[in-house]
C-alpha cells in the first residue's frame, strides 16, 4: 500500500516549499500543515539546541495530528559571535523573544542586527554555517533524526545583502564561490544546503522504516 503523505510540521512555508521539491525528488509525497485542514497549536521551543527543538516540534505536531511528522529546527552559527545567533536564529532581532512581527518584519530585523553585530570584523573572521536538525516522529515517539549544515560567510557591507531567492540570512551567506544563498537557484541551493542534507539522509532513514 502506497504510505500517506509526510506532513511537515512548520509554520515557515519557505521550508515547507524547500521540502517538498527535495522530498520529491526522492520520491516521497509530503503534504504541509493547511493541507491537514486542522488548528494545531504551535509547539513552544523551549529547548537550548536545534536537536531539542526538532524533537519538540515533531512529538508535539505528531500528537496533535497523529500523523507521520517532520520537523526541521535549523538556524545560523557565526564564528565570531560565539554560534550566536544559533536556536533563536528567527527571533535574534528580539533576544530570542516572540513579538508578533510578519516573518518579512523579522528577517529584515534580524539581518540588521548581525550586520551591527559584526560591524568591524574582518572577512577572514566572519565564517559562519546553516545547521538543520531534522526529526520525524509518530504518536509514539521519536522515529528518525538526521543533521546537516552549509558552510559560508557573513557578507561585508557594501558586498552584501544580494540576491531574491530563499529567505530569512540568505542575502547575507556568502559561499566559496562569491554568491550568495540568495543568488543559487532554489535547486541548487537544495543540492548544497544544510536542509537539502539533512533531508537526503531522513529520505535514506524513511526508505528503511516504510
Ligand atoms: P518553524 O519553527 O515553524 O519550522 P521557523 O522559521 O520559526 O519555522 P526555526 O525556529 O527553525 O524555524 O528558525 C529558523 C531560522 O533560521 C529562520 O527563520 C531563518 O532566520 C534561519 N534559517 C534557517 N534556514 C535558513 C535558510 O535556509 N536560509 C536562510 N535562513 C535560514
Do not use: W
Request: aromatic share 4%; with cysteine.
Amino acid at each position: 500500500m502506497k504510505p500517506k503523505p509526510l506532513v511537515i510540521a512548520t509554520g515557515n512555508p519557505h521550508k515547507v516549499e524547500e521540502l517538498r521539491a527535495i522530498f520529491g525528488g526522492a520520491g516521497i509525497e509530503v503534504i504541509g500543515l493547511g493541507d491537514l485542514g486542522g488548528m494545531f497549536v504551535e509547539p513552544a521551543e523551549t529547548g537550548r539546541t536545534f536537536a531539542e527543538n526538532a524533537a519538540i516540534k515533531a512529538l508535539g505536531y505528531a500528537a496533535q495530528t497523529g500523523r507521520l511528522c517532520l520537523a526541521d529546527d535549523s538556524g545560523l552559527e557565526v564564528d565570531a559571535l560565539g554560534g550566536a545567533p544559533g536556536v533563536i536564529s528567527s527571533h535574534y532581532a528580539t533576544d530570542g523573544v516572540e513579538t508578533g512581527q510578519s516573518r518579512a518584519e523579522r528577517d529584515a530585523a534580524n539581518n540588521a542586527r548581525l550586520m551591527r553585530e559584526l560591524e568591524g570584523v574582518p572577512r577572514e573572521r566572519r565564517t559562519a554555517r546553516f545547521v538543520c536538525e531534522m526529526c520525524i516522529a509518530d504518536g509514539a515517539g521519536v522515529v528518525a533524526r538526521a543533521r546537516g549544515t552549509f558552510e559560508g560567510r557573513i557578507g561585508e557591507r557594501g558586498e552584501v545583502p544580494r540576491g531574491g531567492n530563499g529567505f530569512g540570512y540568505d542575502p547575507l551567506f556568502v559561499v566559496e564561490d562569491g554568491r550568495t544563498s540568495a543568488e543559487m537557484s532554489p535547486a541548487e541551493k537544495n543540492a548544497r544546503s544544510h536542509r537539502g542534507s539533512a533531508a537526503m539522509r531522513m529520505a535514506e532513514a524513511l526508505a528503511r522504516i516504510r
